[in-house]
């Protein structure tokens, strides 16, 4: 069952907190609304849900207009942040409820709520109450509750921000699991790149109530279209920079802290300045006399060890200063006030519009 | 819990057998001298006069029955206002925010005494009625009692429901919603259940309040024997001699509200859910007709609630002659008696109210700590014996003390001192709570803190962490002060000439059926309320409502 929003608007007290959004989310895809607090995400999945009214525009399910339908006739899963299970209600009656709300009841129901229940592996806590389970135990209660109805489409807003980190991978997984053995179309809402990019088929990264960019999770952190996008998904050195020249096989040269790189090119061939982008991790260093002059010149001025890398910061000459994350053997071999060359794929450095 | 001999070094477990020393011969002895005297007292079993007394056995039963259709007459007007306050905005809303203060401010025997005025064989609508040839039904007995107790008590329905309607996190119901309920129908499954308990235990506490109630059950019991009023009779009829019936009577109201606050307890540890988070649902507004309809029923209930204080702000200054009021003939001549001819019954509420309040603040903040931040042996008695007055209804509460205090090792009959007692031992619990509340929010750190720094532990206390109580101790002596200064039912039964309080005063002049002069009187008690809350909330920004 796909999702087909068109010309969305949504309107709080006059503001449009979404304005004119359209999105298309093919069916069985896990779809992920990722941005910063504030920028219209859950606003925008309490709207599909139907918790939240639209002022213009509409929601299909597939051909089913549900623009004016009200949340309890759409059929939809929705797992909430605080995962909202009803506390004088047992594990098992939490399960059973959106059943018996669709007139089911007896053995085959609580068959199904076994069943469901065992699935996420809490088969063992069913007559307990919510209080009694810890927070990953609580969102897989949420997340059975959602599931069992087999709803249209399954909406999670933020389900694993109050879960502490190892928990939250776990849960990950059993999210992305459950959603490929339902194939049942999601959205998820999150502020977590990481778990964006590790669980969806698709990514919209949201930015003042509009989708900025929208695809793969490698298209994403690949190929960022705007500076917004690729330093909320990734860390990213955004330089203004001004082209020295533009080449004709789309690469670029640039000027930079006294030398001069190349960088693929995305400017429309009349604009001349533009943001370079280049993640971190995708510099490498090398010390300045076994680099021949090549590569961005500068001088280690901070140096942190992080186990599996080292995250270090380059001076390079005009007060700029850039980020670069080592990796590999002897990743650490730089100490603080060495001079190095920095260098870098031309394919992986880009120059975006400002 | 162990004594260790490192206790013995600090302060903490001697202020803590003081105060409980304090407890035993305040509270357990009174509470054990009634117990006793019941079947031993003048060498009389109570309890087999009591079986062979039908007219104690009536008044036991109809005290129940009014506390249930009380009860039930409170719940009924109490929650669906609760309810529309909570999840709606309306006109005229803002005055229902006036309700938690007409509970505080009113004192019971002012609201009997002025629905009296209104509508007893006298009152203002009675006549109004009978000049068109239309007769009331009389207001004494069943009608006058129900009525008056369910406007006084609904407010605790009220407060308690809203509290638990606000605090309901709404996105319980989106789930319900999103599972496929309708939304009406998600909330009574959802809501319903979670809020029921503060429901249940807001009504019994009013069950609780009717059975202990004693201003409005004399004043409009008329012949309609009920137990707070067959108790007081006995206590007064008894005088001197052996107190046999009245401790038999004030053991039958502390069993009947035991059983009460016990079934109270193990409601509340069955029903306690834990929200998570909890997010209230916004007020939606309404308008049109049902909005305005809404908004009628609401504002009607918070203006009957208020009548009391107009009429008795009328009454004060109207020319009586006996029990005869003038109605729209004015004068002065009744504040005239307040503060010039006869002053003592203000002075002694002053005196009495103060000193007791300030006692009591003293003592519950020192005790709450102990029972919060330095458990050891002794605490958990505190704990149990300090909430015991919670368990005695103000007439059990003045026998104790009588029964105790009039002779023998410590005779305190006709001193001021059992005057303080009474109202302090009664209003105890109200500065125990609020000091207990925060001091849970106090973390320990805070202390230990201090206490790293180099502070010693005492100085701990009165440097940082009584600071920090502040705010709740300011706002627990202004519900202190307000409820010791309207306190009747066990300092009437403790007092003497000449230490009437201005309650006392007002009781006795509804009893002569002097309601001009009791007008004055009870206007003079309401400032006397009210004066310290409006410079409390306002020159200070104490929130007198933090504990309540």
């Known amino acids: 069952m796909g999702i087909n929003i068109k010309n969305l608007y949504v309107n709080y007290g006059g503001l449009d907190v979404i304005a004119d959004l359209s999105l298309t989310i093919p069916e069985g895809c896990f779809f992920t609304l990722l941005g910063p607090s504030g920028c219209g995400k859950t606003t925008l999945l309490r709207t599909i849900a139907g918790f939240v009214q639209a002022s213009k525009g509409n929601i299909h399910f597939q051909s089913q207009d549900v623009t004016r339908l009200p949340p309890h006739k759409r059929n939809i899963g929705m797992v909430f942040q605080d995962y909202a299970l009803f506390p004088d209600k047992t594990v098992a009656e ?15 129901m609580m068959k199904k709520v076994r069943h469901e229940l065992e699935h996420v592996g809490l088969g063992h806590v069913m007559d307990r109450h919510p209080a009694a389970l810890s927070g990953g135990q609580r969102q897989r209660v ?33 999210i992305t699991d459950l959603q490929r053995e339902a194939n049942i179309t999601t959205v998820f809402v999150t502020h977590d790149q990481e778990e964006a990019l590790s669980m969806s088929d698709q990514i919209g990264v949201m930015n003042k109530g509009k989708v900025e960019q929208l695809g793969t999770p490698k298209e994403i952190y690949a190929t960022p279209r705007t500076s917004y996008v690729a330093d909320f998904v990734g860390a990213a050195n955004r330089l203004n920079v001004r082209l020295a020249d533009a080449n004709a096989d789309g690469t670029a040269r640039i000027q930079l802290g006294g030398a001069s790189i190349l960088a693929r090119n995305t ?8 943001i370079l982008i280049m993640r971190p991790e995708d510099l490498r260093l090398r010390p300045q006399a076994a680099a ?36 590999g053997d002897n990743h650490d071999g730089f100490e603080i006030g060495t001079d190095v060359s920095a260098t870098i794929d031309p394919s992986k450095a880009m120059v975006i519009a400002s | 819990m162990m004594i260790k001999a490192s206790d013995l070094r600090a ?6 057998l003081a105060a409980l020393a304090v407890l035993l011969v305040f509270i357990v002895y009174p509470v054990v001298n009634i117990l006793t005297a019941s079947v031993f007292g003048g060498g009389e079993n109570g309890w087999s006069r009591l079986l062979n007394d039908p007219r104690g056995l009536s008044a036991i039963l109809n005290t129940l029955i009014l506390a249930t259709i009380v009860t039930i007459t409170c719940v009924l007007i109490g929650v669906p206002l609760a309810y529309v306050t909570a999840r709606y905005r309306f006109f005229g809303k803002s ?53 008056v107790m369910t406007f006084v008590y609904y407010t605790y329905v009220y407060i308690g429901t809203v509290a638990s309607i606000s605090g309901f996190d709404a996105t319980l119901e989106e789930a319900a919603q999103s599972l496929g309920t309708s939304p009406a129908l998600s909330r009574i499954k959802v809501m319903l259940p979670v809020i029921l308990p503060s429901i249940l235990a807001s009504a019994l506490l009013v069950f609780t309040m009717v059975v202990g109630n004693f201003a409005i059950s004399m004043i409009l019991s ?21 107190p046999v019936m009245q401790s038999t009577y004030a053991t039958v109201s502390v069993v009947m509200v035991m059983l009460i606050l016990f079934f109270n307890r193990w409601i509340i540890s069955r029903g306690r859910f834990e929200i998570v988070q909890g997010r209230g649902a916004k007020p939606v507004s309404i308008t049109g007709w049902r909005g305005a309809i809404i908004g009628l029923l609401a504002s009607l209930i918070v203006i009957i609630s208020l009548v009391p204080l107009a009429v008795i702000a009328v009454g004060a200054f109207t020319v009586s002659r006996g029990p005869v009021m003038q109605w729209g003939n004015w004068t002065l001549a009744n504040m005239e008696r307040v503060f010039i001819n006869a002053p003592q019954p203000l002075v002694n509420s002053l005196i009495y109210a103060g000193v007791a309040t300030l006692i009591g603040i003293c003592f519950s903040a020192l005790v709450s700590y102990l029972i919060i931040k330095k458990r050891n042996a002794v605490t958990p008695w505190l704990d149990y014996i300090s909430s015991i007055p919670l368990a005695l209804s103000g007439t059990v509460l ?29 209003r105890l619990p109200f500065g125990m709570r609020s000091s207990q509340a925060t001091l849970h929010n106090i973390p320990n750190s805070i202390e230990e803190a201090s206490i790293s720094l180099g502070s010693p532990p005492l100085r701990t206390f009165f440097k940082v962490v009584l600071p920090m109580m502040g705010p709740a101790i300011a706002s627990a002596a202004i519900l202190t002060w307000t409820t010791s200064v309207s306190e009747l039912s066990a300092s009437i039964l403790v007092y003497s000439g000449g230490r009437e309080t201005l309650t006392i005063q007002v009781f006795r002049l509804i009893g002569s059926n002097l309601m001009a002069y009791a007008s004055a009187y009870g206007l003079v008690l309401i400032a006397v309320i009210i004066i310290p809350i409006v410079v409390a909330t306002k020159v200070f920004k104490v929130d007198v409502f933090a504990s309540k």
Request: charged letters at 15%.
């Open chain 1, 94 to 108: 939490n399960v059973a409820y959106g059943l018996r709300a669709r007139g089911e009841s007896g053995d085959a």
């Open chain 1, 142 to 174: 949420a997340l059975a509750r959602a599931l069992v109805i087999k709803p249209q489409v399954l909406l999670m807003d933020e389900p694993l921000s109050n879960l502490d980190a190892k928990l939250r991978i776990q849960i990950r997984e059993t």
């Open chain 1, 267 to 274: 400017l429309p061939s009349a604009v001349q300045e533009g």
């Open chain 1, 292 to 327: 021949d002059g090549q590569g961005l010149q500068g001088r280690i001025v901070k140096r942190q060890y992080l186990g599996g890398k080292t995250s270090y910061k380059l001076a390079l000459d005009g007060d700029i200063v850039i980020s670069v994350e080592s990796h």
């Open chain 2, 11 to 16: 302060p903490w477990l001697w202020l803590s």
């Open chain 2, 95 to 147: 005055i229902i925010a006036l309700l938690p203060l007409i509970t505080l401010v009113i004192p019971e025997v002012i609201s009997a005494q002025t629905w009296l005025m209104a509508l007893g064989n006298n009152g203002l609508i009675t006549r109004f009625f009978r000049d068109f040839g239309i007769q009331l039904p009389t207001f004494y007995g069943w009608f006058g009692l129900v009525t």
């Open chain 2, 222 to 242: 008329n012949r309609l024997p009920l137990l707070s009023v067959v108790t007081y009779q006995a206590a007064v009829s008894e005088g001197g001699a052996a």
């Open chain 2, 398 to 426: 003045g026998i104790g003390l009588v029964v105790s205090f009039n002779a023998g090792w410590l005779p305190l009959t006709g001193t001021a001192t059992i005057m303080v007692l009474a109202l302090l031992v009664r």
